[in-house]
């Protein structure tokens, strides 16, 4: 029989605050436990005695129980928790489907790090396509061939781009609402929100229900970072589009792509919604962000939480569905503490490993926002019947069990593997970490925060 010691999964976070207390996370059993610091400082060592532990009896005991501590060998979990890993992965694959129309690819703004700059050199006559009434229509057959368990349908399709609610796409998008809602389909945008007047008459009720608006910062930042390539400025009609929205009765998701030139600026856009009473409707939220490709990102996690707009201390400035690299985690972490759960276990970072579907205007079918246009990661096309290709098991096929460097990582369930759009040009075996042993601790004292102010 093995000899009681730490379990190769046991991650051990001091917490900083007058108690001085540790947060127990478990790699592959999801426990979370606070314990005190001599408890914490023990099982932060990487070969503690246990054997010669002075720990109480009925604390080991629980330790034990919830996999803190085990009789079995470093490969014995490895072994189980990729098992684990496999098991989820069917699991996710098998439920829910999520389907984007991607409208066009064409748009009216010219961020510089969006993808569109990475298909640019495929012409105008190519960007320009938009989905035709033909199209549209073996796109919600192709709905049926993907997953034939209408039941298992996603009922939100999301409109995507380009850009999807721009004027030059008024003749089909109605007509692509129009046939979802007699399908049982309702609707979601992702729109730059210039031309969202245009659509007015759909939005809300059961047609265009939500929408993820993306604004920079105040008008001065956005204005020269987001701007309409024939009109300039976009900022202010934005704003009168959102509260158009609101208006509607449409679910409106503020996003912000912060890096370390315009956090400040952002703060002042945060400002500019309390004062226009955005922040006041239950139906507006808003969430920063961090993009890999835009050079001016923070992508160190120590120096984002030095920034006073992302620090822990900061986070209540905003609306409680604040998500980013340093707060969606600990929403999770919350929930497990609040409802004395287990923490999710996640073997997949995203929904392109699972269930997403993105169909484009030329019949392809894509799995990842960051990928659409880029002819080597199409799974699939849906020009006469469904076909998928040897992509399609790339994308749907890896899970943290598939990657070798995450098949011995301690935080491979809790991190997914990472973002599989951030390595497509290094290899898709391999994991995208992006400092996440940093990223959790920040999240686990936030949760942690929150939950003792409950």
């Given amino acids: 029989m093995n000899t009681l010691k730490k379990s190769y999964y046991t991650i051990a976070i001091p ?33 503690p005695d246990i054997l010669h532990w002075n ?31 496999n098991a989820i992965h069917l699991y996710q694959k098998q439920s829910y489907k999520k389907f984007y129309f991607l409208v066009n690819y064409n748009c009216n703004f010219r961020c510089p790090y969006c993808y569109e700059n990475l298909i640019s050199n495929r012409g105008k006559g190519w960007s320009h396509q938009i989905m035709t ?52 389909y309702n609707f979601s945008a992702i729109t730059n929100g210039y031309d969202l007047n245009f659509f007015a008459d759909l939005l809300g009720n059961e047609q265009i229900k939500k929408i993820q608006v993306t604004l920079d910062g105040d008008s001065t930042y956005h204005n020269k970072r987001r701007f309409h390539y024939k009109k300039g400025a976009s900022f202010d009609k934005i704003i009168d589009n959102i ?10 998701l503020i996003r912000s792509n912060v890096d370390n030139l315009n ?8 400002e500019k919604f309390k004062a226009l009473k955005f922040k006041d409707n239950p139906l507006f939220s808003f969430y920063p962000a961090m993009l890999k490709n835009n050079p001016n990102n923070i992508l160190d996690i120590t120096k984002v939480m030095n920034i006073n707009f992302m620090g822990v201390d900061k986070f209540e400035d ?22 004395k759960k287990p923490l999710q276990l996640r073997p997949t970072f995203c929904g392109a490993q699972m269930g997403l579907y993105i169909l ?49 990582c301690k935080y491979a369930l809790l991190c997914g593997g990472g973002c599989v759009a951030k390595i497509m040009h290094i290899g898709m075996n391999e994991p995208y970490c992006n400092s996440f042993p940093a990223i959790l601790q920040a999240n686990a004292r936030r949760a942690y925060y929150q939950y003792m102010s409950i």
């Fill in 318 to 339: 905003f609306n409680d569905e604040f998500k980013n690299n340093t707060g969606a985690y600990s929403d999770l972490i919350l929930y497990a503490l609040k409802n």
């Fill in 133 to 184: 009434k033909e199209t549209v229509n073996a796109a919600f057959d192709c709905l049926l061939e993907i997953e034939p368990n209408k039941d298992k349908h996603n009922k939100e399709i999301v409109l995507y781009g380009g850009e999807p609610l721009m004027e030059d796409n008024l003749a089909i998008v109605p007509y692509i609402v129009e046939k979802g809602n007699s399908l049982g």
């Fill in 15 to 47: 917490l900083k605050n007058p108690a001085e207390e540790y947060m127990l996370i478990h790699g592959y059993t999801g426990a979370i436990n606070i314990v005190p610091k001599a408890i914490g400082i023990v099982l932060s060592k990487e070969e």
């Fill in 263 to 270: 956090a400040d600026s952002v703060r002042q856009l945060v």
């Fill in 360 to 408: 484009d205007p030329y019949r392809n079918i894509y799995c990842c926002l960051e990928s659409v246009g880029i002819p080597k990661h199409i799974i699939g096309n849906y020009r006469n019947q469904l076909q998928w290709n040897e992509m399609y098991t790339y994308w749907k096929m890896r899970n943290t069990a598939t990657i070798p460097a995450c098949q011995k």
């Fill in 55 to 85: 720990c109480p009896t009925e604390i080991l005991e629980q330790l034990i129980q919830r996999g803190f501590i085990t009789a079995k060998t470093s490969n014995e979990e490895m072994n189980f928790a990729n098992k684990i890993a």
């Fill in 243 to 252: 509260q158009l929205a609101l208006d509607k009765g449409v679910r409106v």
